[in-house]
């Protein structure tokens, strides 16, 4: 079974400038999630989607960050515009179900904002 | 608000040795509760879960975890480390019985592993 997809894995880019990340959950899973985790830090949940549907995004700075998952399978992620505190690794990650279902990672995609 | 200490930043262990990372978690309830391993440059593996019944749960790779709920704990244990096991170590919690299965994490755990 192939795991949760990301892409790329490794970006650099300028602040002020946009950025955007891909994600693709295992197959037949309904819920995904995008985690932020700053070095040193655990993951810190952005953004979680049942479906097409946003479940919780109390967490997502609105004003630069955005996400979608318009059919209900692959996702993306952008900031627009980075800023310096945006260096972080983010993780996407994919479960059946929502509570209580195991959560299963991609590799992750290290963003660097100079 | 619920929280998760992971009161040891950086845990040197000699290979052969005996392990014990350390979880405390804040929530009114009982939560669900998860290990997770990081080897750098990769995602998140679940080790081991609890969500009820037996307090000792047993997981991958030789870890096993103990629910305390007395002491608010949920410490990860391994009889005898592997330098493979070197690696950054997370305990996560998750509301019961909610609708969102969103996880939060402690600060981490990095393991060293003394040939």
């Known amino acids: 079974e192939a795991g949760v997809a990301q892409s790329p894995r490794y970006k650099i880019i300028e602040k002020r400038q946009s950025v955007a990340f891909w994600c693709n959950p295992i197959s037949g899973h309904a819920t995904l999630y995008w985690y932020q985790q700053i070095l040193g830090q655990g993951p810190k949940l952005l953004i979680q989607f049942q479906n097409n549907g946003v479940v919780d995004d109390s967490q997502l700075p609105k004003d630069r960050f955005s996400a979608e998952r318009l059919k209900g399978v692959d996702s993306t992620l952008k900031i627009q515009p980075a800023k310096l505190e945006d260096s972080a690794v983010y993780l996407c990650?994919?479960?059946?179900?929502?509570?209580?279902?195991?959560?299963?990672f991609g590799p992750g995609t290290r963003l660097t904002v100079l | 608000a619920q929280s998760v200490t992971q009161p040891d930043i950086h845990i040197t262990v000699s290979e052969g040795a005996s392990l014990e990372l350390r979880c405390n978690y804040s929530y009114g309830a009982t939560p669900y509760l998860f290990w997770y391993v990081q080897s750098p440059g990769q995602g998140l593996q679940l080790l081991l879960k609890y969500f009820s019944g037996d307090t000792l749960v047993q997981g991958i790779k030789g870890f096993e975890a103990e629910f305390k709920r007395s002491q608010s704990s949920f410490n990860l244990r391994k009889p005898s480390v592997h330098w493979s096991d070197a690696a950054e170590y997370f305990c996560?919690?998750?509301?019961?019985?909610?609708?969102?299965?969103?996880?939060?994490f402690g600060k981490g755990t990095k393991l060293s592993v003394k040939p």
């Open positions: 990650a994919s479960s059946l179900g929502s509570s209580g279902h195991e959560q299963f």
């Open positions: 996560a919690v998750a509301p019961y019985g909610g609708s969102q299965g969103n996880l939060i």
